[in-house]
C-alpha cells in the first residue's frame, strides 16, 4: 500500500525566502509522485511530478523537487517566495499506471511582506 | 472554456435530503474521480471510474453513489445527507494511469443543516 506525510499543515516564510515544503512516502514498489497546488477557491492543479526519470524535477513558477528514494522524500523547495505562492499544496503518490493516487494532507504556505 | 466543470459550485442543503453533484469534461479521458476535501484531512478519494463500465469504491463510499452516464459525465449522489457530509467536493479527469496528471474542476461547497 502506497501513503504519502506531510510534516507541517502551516509553513510561513517571508517573500524572497526559501520555501521547504517536506514529503515523505511510502511504497512497495518504484513510485510515481506528484506536487499539487490550490490557490483560494480553485481546484488543485500539477506542480510537478517524478515518474522514475531524473531525480530532480523542475515543474511551474519556479518549484522544484528533488526524489530521494535513500530518504523516501519528494521534498519541494523554491529559491526566492513571491506573495503569489501563497496556497495550499498537496503531495500525492501513486504505484503504477493501474493504481490510483493518494493525497497527503496538505500544507498550506503563508508568505510574510 | 473549463476542461472540467461541477454544478453547483454552491449549495446548502437540509439533512435528510437527496442530493446530485456533476462532473463534465471536455478532455476525452477515461478516467474520472470523485473527492472529498476536509480541513487539515486532505483529498480523500470517494468512487472512482476507469470507464464508462467500471465503478470502483474508493476510500470513504458509505452515504454515496455514482453514475457514469458518458464517458464525459460523472454524476455523485447523496441519497439522504447528514451535517457530516459538509465539505468541499471535487471531480477529476486523468488520461490513463497513475502517472498521469489529474485535472480537477474547480469544487462544489456542500453545506448539510
Known amino acids: 500500500a502506497q501513503s504519502v506525510t506531510q510534516l507541517g499543515s502551516h509553513v510561513s516564510v517571508s517573500e524572497g525566502a526559501l520555501v521547504l515544503l517536506r514529503c515523505n512516502y511510502s511504497s512497495s514498489v518504484p513510485p510515481y509522485l506528484f506536487w499539487y497546488v490550490q490557490y483560494p477557491n480553485q481546484g488543485l492543479q500539477l506542480l510537478l511530478k517524478?515518474?522514475?526519470?531524473?531525480?530532480l524535477v523542475k515543474g511551474i513558477n519556479g518549484f522544484e523537487a528533488e526524489f530521494k528514494k535513500s530518504e523516501t522524500s519528494f521534498h519541494l523547495t523554491k529559491p526566492s517566495a513571491h506573495m503569489s505562492d501563497a496556497a495550499e499544496y498537496f503531495c500525492?503518490?501513486?504505484?503504477?499506471?493501474?493504481?490510483?493516487?493518494?493525497f497527503g494532507s496538505g500544507t498550506r504556505l503563508s508568505i510574510r511582506p | 472554456d473549463a476542461d472540467v466543470t461541477q454544478t453547483p459550485r454552491n449549495r446548502i442543503t437540509k439533512t435528510g435530503k437527496r442530493i446530485m453533484l456533476e462532473c463534465s469534461q471536455t478532455?476525452?479521458?477515461?478516467?474520472m474521480y470523485w473527492y472529498r476535501q476536509d480541513p487539515g484531512l486532505g483529498l480523500r478519494l470517494i468512487y472512482y471510474?476507469?470507464?464508462?463500465?467500471?465503478?470502483n469504491k474508493g476510500e470513504i463510499s458509505d452515504g454515496y453513489s455514482v453514475s457514469r452516464q458518458a464517458q464525459a459525465k460523472f454524476s455523485l449522489s447523496l441519497e439522504s445527507a447528514i451535517p457530516n457530509q459538509t465539505a468541499l467536493y471535487f471531480c477529476?479527469?486523468?488520461?490513463?494511469?497513475?502517472?498521469?496528471?489529474?485535472?480537477f474542476g474547480p469544487g462544489t461547497r456542500l453545506t448539510v443543516l
Open positions: 478532455k476525452g479521458h477515461d478516467r
Open positions: 500525492a503518490v501513486s504505484a503504477s499506471s493501474a493504481s490510483k493516487i493518494i
Open positions: 477529476a479527469t486523468s488520461d490513463t494511469g497513475g502517472a498521469d496528471t489529474q485535472y
Open positions: 517524478y515518474t522514475s526519470a531524473a531525480t
Open positions: 471510474s476507469f470507464d464508462v463500465k467500471d465503478i
